[in-house]
């Protein structure tokens, strides 16, 4: 499979043109996305073959592990070939019980932007996304301290283009009013769907929408009625609600994660699937 095969074909992050099927490395740390991989060969692996497939955009934190998946990443990828991009996240930290505490003061902003750095081996990091909220969903709360951090290390060239992650639409607002913004990346999937409108105005201004959580969130109702489209069209839930992500938006780019190279190849076969305007039709009625 060759970067012109991959489904969903390519999206422009600010000026990096990349992938829309990305890969998610969260599930390369260990359990609760805590300590090292389970698997350290494995995870190289998968890695390796993220750009053997022709994936040219990964999605990682220093905060999973932490720091342990931004250091295999490093470990099996670099020096990074010239078209992959990584996107990375701050904004939180981690606990000794697993907890994910907010880091959102100047400070905490200008700390992980450098291990980041560090850990990734870069001296500059491609996009950097805000995230807001907590693990429960989004919060009210000004983006203007934390975002304003960033942009001064993206003056001083550590940062080319900036994101939001975790946000409501008045935040995406408040960013958008103090730097340009190129991706956000919220929860969304089939179920799902209050950032619908947001999608389509985002779409219309040529800025990315990163769903997460492609099949959390469903009611035991909607999980059977996604699993009868599926079996109807002989796939797995997993793949037809990739394939829904694709075709709801150009401007939705997916980073689906696993810790295995045969997942891998699965996520990326099953999101290539084609659904009809029927299939479409009735997928839309779980989310209505």
């Not at 499979?1 to 422009?12: A, F, I, K, R, S």
């Not at 996305?33 to 494995?42: K, L, N, Q, T, W």
């Not at 009868?228 to 994660?257: F, H, K």
């Amino acid at each position: 499979m060759t970067p012109t095969t991959l489904p969903g074909g390519t999206w422009t992050l600010g000026d990096l043109p990349v992938t829309r099927f990305g890969y998610g490395a969260m599930q390369l740390a260990g359990p609760w996305v805590m300590g090292p991989p389970a698997d350290h060969d494995g995870a190289l692996a998968v890695l390796r073959e993220v750009v053997e497939l022709g994936i040219t955009h990964i999605d990682t934190a220093d905060a999973y592990g932490p720091k342990f998946t931004n250091q295999v990443i490093r470990e099996a990828l670099h020096p990074y070939p010239e078209s992959l991009h990584i996107v990375t996240k701050i904004g939180a930290d981690r606990d000794e019980k697993g907890g994910w505490p907010p880091a959102r003061k100047p400070d905490d902003v200008r700390r992980s932007v450098h291990a980041n750095l560090e850990d990734l081996g870069l001296e500059t990091l491609d996009l950097v996304n805000l995230r807001l909220g907590n693990a429960e969903g989004t919060l009210a709360e000004s983006v203007a301290d934390p975002l304003g951090a960033l942009v001064e290390l993206q003056q001083q060239g550590l940062i080319r283009h900036l994101g939001i992650s975790n946000a409501t639409p008045e935040q995406i607002a408040e960013a958008q009013a103090i730097a340009p913004i190129v991706c956000v990346q919220n929860m969304y999937n089939l179920a799902f769907r209050q950032d619908d409108e947001l999608i389509d105005r985002l779409a219309a201004e040529g800025i990315a929408y990163v769903p997460f959580f492609p099949l959390g969130g469903f009611s035991p109702l909607q999980s059977e009625a996604l699993s009868a489209v599926a079996t109807r069209l002989d796939s797995t839930p997993m793949s037809v609600a990739l394939a829904w992500l694709l075709q709801r938006s150009p401007n939705i780019m997916l980073i689906p994660g696993t810790s295995s190279v045969a997942h891998l190849r699965e996520n990326v076969a099953g999101a290539a699937l084609e659904l009809s305007d029927e299939d479409v039709a009735e997928l839309d009625k779980i989310g209505g």
